[in-house]
């Protein structure tokens, strides 16, 4: 009875089979009812109906650029006329190619911009021993010197001639007489250096403005000279350095000797010298040491100091002022060697 009970009815079954019957088609679509398809149809293609084709044709010797087209005409023309073309071929094309190039600039093509320059890099400076001491406890110790002609030293002759003058003057022929140091635009230290050496007793103060020479020249010379205890270096414009003495209220900052071996095309010396006369750094019983260059007029008298010795030495010129004293000590030192 279970059986039975869950079986289907006669009816429902046929109607299961039937619903699970596959569909029979055609391979034509159309041959489907019109039922199930409703909305589509399938017109067969038209075989009379033909596609079309676009061919596209170029002619080549449009395609190549004029100058090529005029320069095969002037070919033809020097071959007609028994003229060998390869005489005025390389003449002709230059011309079209300098005419083609001038159509393009002025169209706004072709054009040659120029190249982003870079910033010059500043030559490597370096440094060679060429100076020496000539006299005192530190004679003939080699000196550093930077190569070229940036800084340039004063040539040992003229600094030789300018202490013996000096020491003439002062009226000790075998060594300075004693008093402070000032060297102005001093660079390698050859003449602060040369004035220690010499008995110069007190400290001497240089003054350099450009700080790879204070470091790379001017320190290790005083170092290799044993003289860095009994200097000052002062990086500083030597303008700068007289206008903030000028300004200072210490009074007692005169020295006996300066130095001034400026670089000549640098300089008004008319105007610096001028600044110097009237600083209080100069001393009553100041010696002033000029080098200056040929063409160069000074006055002969610098403040109260007035001019004791001008030599010239090739085209560089010495010129000394100091007290009247040593003018006259320095004209019987003259008078006695003459009598000898």
């Known amino acids: 009875m279970a059986s039975s009970a869950l079986s289907p009815s006669p009816q429902f079954s046929s109607l299961h089979h039937r619903q699970q019957r596959p569909l029979r088609t055609s391979g034509n679509p159309s041959s489907l009812p019109g039922a199930l398809f409703p ?109 070229g002609m940036d800084v340039r030293p004063m040539m040992e002759v003229v600094r030789g001639a300018a202490f013996d ?41 240089f003054v350099e403005m450009d700080p790879w020479v204070v470091s790379e020249v001017l320190q290790p010379n005083l170092e290799w000279t044993g003289f860095s205890d009994v200097s000052v270096i002062h990086t500083i414009r030597v303008e700068r350095f007289l206008e903030q003495a000028e300004q200072s209220s210490d009074k007692n900052r005169s020295f006996e000797y300066i130095s001034v071996t400026p670089p000549y095309t640098a300089v008004d010396y008319t105007m610096l010298m001028d600044q110097l006369g009237k600083s209080p750094l100069v001393g009553e019983d100041c010696f002033i040491l000029v080098e200056y260059p040929l063409k160069t007029l000074l ?42």
């Open 39 to 147: 909305l589509f149809s399938f017109p067969d293609a038209d075989p009379r109906r033909r596609r079309t084709s676009l061919l596209i044709l170029s002619s080549s010797s449009n395609a190549r650029p004029a100058y090529a087209r005029e320069l095969e005409r002037k070919q033809e023309i020097l071959e007609s006329h028994g003229l060998d073309p390869s005489d005025f071929i390389s003449r002709s094309a230059d011309k079209l190619r300098r005419r083609r190039r001038d159509e393009e600039n002025r169209a706004g093509k072709g054009k040659r911009m120029p190249l982003p320059l870079d910033e010059p890099k500043p030559p490597l400076r370096t440094t060679h021993r060429l100076l020496q001491v000539l006299g005192g406890k530190a004679r003939r110790k080699k000196l550093l010197s930077p190569k």
């Open 165 to 205: 003058i000096l020491q003439v003057a002062g009226g000790c022929p075998a060594s300075l007489r004693p008093g402070r140091w000032l060297d102005l635009y001093s660079g390698t230290g050859s003449v602060g250096i040369e004035a220690i050496s010499r008995g110069c007793s007190e400290v001497v103060h």
């Open 299 to 340: 006055a002969d008298s610098c403040g109260h100091l007035i001019k004791i010795a001008d030599r010239r030495f090739g085209r560089t010129n010495l010129v000394i002022y100091g007290p009247s004293w040593a003018e006259k000590k320095r004209k019987s030192r003259k008078d006695l060697l003459t009598m000898e």
